[in-house]
């Protein structure tokens, strides 16, 4: 299988798997919510392109192992037909995970949805976004953080305000966590923010990091770098 461009393919949301010959189609869809179409559909490409099964993965996405090489396109084309939305993998921004925060959930503080949703449509912030490596944001509805939002480049759960005259339930934010074979918590910052606030912490850090990481440097690494009162002062936080 030569002149493949795999990282190409990656950016789509095809890895190649351990078996010669065979990619693992991912998917992934706003706040992580599957409809009963996308799961039909899900279950429909498995037998007809892979082996019959989907996987659900760490990052809240669906996955179909055993799609051949000369299937992509179609497999494409069926996905987009569903509205099914492709996830990635690289030196990208990976799936934004988040819990169903305040929506259903007893312990949900804040509306993560309303954020997730903010994040991509107000700031253009995506999954397959380009960046120097890999980069992950969770969003936890609560300091519970199912989704292990100390673990990410930007981690956010929702927090009760202190009380007073009009409390309020806000966000904090951890900068520079990551998981895998070195993993570390990520710096939090001492503010209980707003979800406008959150919005402008997010854009600043994603921009410092497009024009500051080097290639395959994580967040973490370039702000132990950078320095935290540099870093810090450099985002005006």
């Known amino acids: 299988m030569e002149n ?37 559909k899900l279950a429909a490409i498995a037998e007809k392109y892979g082996k019959g099964f989907i996987h659900a993965t760490v990052r809240q996405g669906m996955e179909i192992p055993f799609i ?28 934004v995970t988040c819990c169903p925060g305040n929506n259903w959930c007893k312990a949900g503080l804040v509306d993560t949805f309303s954020l997730f949703e903010r994040i ?32 990410a480049e930007i981690g956010i759960h929702g927090q009760a305000a202190q009380a007073g005259p009009s409390p309020r339930s806000g966000f904090i934010v951890y900068l520079g966590g990551c998981g895998g074979r070195s993993p570390r918590s990520g710096l939090k910052l001492d503010n209980i923010f707003t979800e406008d606030e959150v919005l402008m912490v997010i854009a600043r850090v994603v921009k410092f990091y497009k024009e500051n990481a080097k290639s395959r440097q994580r967040l973490g690494v370039l702000i132990d770098e950078t320095g935290k009162e540099r870093f810090l002062k450099a985002l005006a936080i």
Request: glycine fraction near 12%; charge should be positive; charged fraction near 30%.
């Open 120 to 151: 991509e449509k107000e700031l253009g912030i995506k999954c397959g976004m380009d960046l120097p490596h890999k980069f992950k944001i969770a969003i936890s509805g609560c300091p519970n953080t199912c989704t292990r939002a100390q673990a």
């Open 4 to 40: 493949i461009d795999y990282e190409g393919l990656k950016g789509r949301g095809f890895l190649r798997q351990r078996q010669e010959g065979f990619f693992i189609f991912r998917t992934r869809m706003s706040e992580g919510v599957y409809k009963k179409g996308h799961l039909i």
């Open 68 to 95: 051949s090489l000369n299937d992509i396109p179609a497999v494409e084309a069926d996905m987009k037909a569903a509205g099914i939305k492709p996830g990635t993998s690289g030196a990208r921004l990976r799936a």
